[in-house]
């Protein structure tokens, strides 16, 4: 039979899962080991928390009040937890944080997952041509392509195949979906008018 300090104790981490789960929902991070997820989400509680405690000095004692406050303020513990998870998703993302401290020279990392996610981030305004397998070049504009190198596919819309430098006049009609495991190296084209 399930106990009501273990609801308790679930009720309390509650938001940091969810924090951590929205947090990994919305950016390419992969997630780590179960215990590394586990220790993300307790740090997550532990924010959520401080940041509810902050906005609602009054209410600190959540375990010793009325049921109905207590369904008042996991409402608000979700809410928090969920711009938390959104937050930082958008931190990540935007790579703001390590733009900061590489900026203040404290590292020259960034938060992408890998150096092929934080090219395609930092080139989104671009022309690429692929070189793929068979000495083929596809040149058009990137709409998705794959978060990790060695799995998923590059759509490419406006694709044309190189000749030699010049364009091959036949245009591809629509849409392409390119393997990543058909291509070799990307080259990334300013955009011009």
Request: hydrophobic share 50%; with cysteine; aromatic share 16%.
């Amino acid at each position: 039979m399930i106990s009501v300090e273990l609801i308790n104790i679930l009720i309390f981490l509650l938001p940091g899962f969810l924090a951590a789960a929205i947090f990994y929902w919305l950016t390419a991070h992969t997630k780590p080991s179960t215990f590394g997820q586990v220790v993300q989400a307790l740090i997550f509680t532990f924010v959520v928390h401080i940041l509810f405690s902050i906005l609602f000095k009054e209410q600190i004692k959540l375990l010793e009040e009325s049921s109905l406050e207590l369904n008042r303020n996991l409402i608000w513990l979700i809410l928090i937890a969920v711009c938390l998870g959104l937050l930082f998703a958008w931190i990540s993302n935007k790579d703001l944080m390590h733009k900061f401290f590489r900026y203040i020279r404290i590292t020259k990392e960034n938060s992408y997952p890998s150096e092929w996610y934080s090219a395609f981030s930092r080139h989104p305004n671009c022309f690429v041509v692929l070189y793929m397998v068979g000495n083929r070049r596809l040149y058009g504009w990137p709409t998705e392509w794959p978060s990790k190198p060695g799995q998923g596919h590059f759509r490419i819309e406006e694709a044309e195949w190189l000749q030699d430098e010049q364009l091959d006049p036949i245009k591809v009609q629509g849409i392409l979906l390119i393997p990543e495991s058909e291509v070799e190296m990307v080259e990334f084209l300013p955009y011009e008018e």
